[in-house]
């Protein structure tokens, strides 16, 4: 118990120190901003503590939102899986709010061995199909990133399914159809534009 005491009333002294020290300097400082500067480099921000983001499930879509200092933050996603329980692929979805000619952003995620050339078709029930090309691969997989226009978020606010095709390094020739479902998806879309109403 004496050496803790110890160790804490020099711990205070150099404290003491040190604030006396920044204290005199201050004192004798002309008030220049630039002479400030050093000390305040020296502090640290702290950052927001959450050990798991909050989720939520909507239908087939599932909402996960992370508080930040700006306030919550939600994006929501689906995943398919194959018979063993494997992620064939995963797709995310966030709101965009501002000037900009997408009202949301996406971003699909493959296994590696997709035909990069071909990239990814999406459709939405039997609406027009549109092409979005791989950006980027990593070791877990490959990755497309795009903008979704008003009008297609609106026909996937009011479809009731979508198809998304690729092809196979392997196998070029013979189209891979994996289906995702709309259920929800307007429900979850409103939650993750407006996740502090909820």
């Not at 005491?5 to 002309?30: E, F, I, Y």
């Not at 997709?114 to 459709?123: N, T």
């Not at 297609?152 to 159809?177: C, R, W």
Request: proline fraction near 5%; charge should be negative; glycine fraction near 10%.
């Amino acid at each position: 118990m004496l050496r803790t005491s110890s160790l804490l009333t020099a711990a205070l002294l150099v404290v003491a120190v040190v604030s006396g020290g920044h204290a005199q300097d201050t004192s004798s400082s002309t008030g220049d901003a630039d002479d400030a500067a050093p000390a305040r480099s020296e502090l640290q921000g702290g950052e927001i503590v959450q050990a798991e983001p909050l989720v939520d499930v909507i239908g087939d879509w599932t909402v996960v939102c992370n508080q930040t200092d700006s306030g919550v933050n939600c994006l929501m996603q689906q995943r398919l899986l194959n018979e063993d329980g494997n992620p064939l692929a995963t797709i995310e979805v966030w709101p965009i709010v501002g000037e900009s000619e997408f009202a949301a952003g996406a971003v699909i995620a493959l296994p590696l061995g997709v035909m990069l050339d071909e990239g990814i078709i999406l459709q939405v029930d039997d609406s027009l199909p549109r092409r979005y090309r791989f950006v980027v691969c990593q070791n877990d997989g490959c990755y497309s990133r795009f903008g979704l226009s008003p009008n297609e978020l609106s026909s996937m606010k009011g479809g009731k399914g979508m198809v998304m095709t690729v092809y196979a390094f392997n196998n070029p020739d013979q189209a891979i159809d994996l289906a995702f479902s709309l259920a929800g998806f307007t429900a979850a879309f409103e939650r993750i534009l407006n996740p502090d109403t909820q």
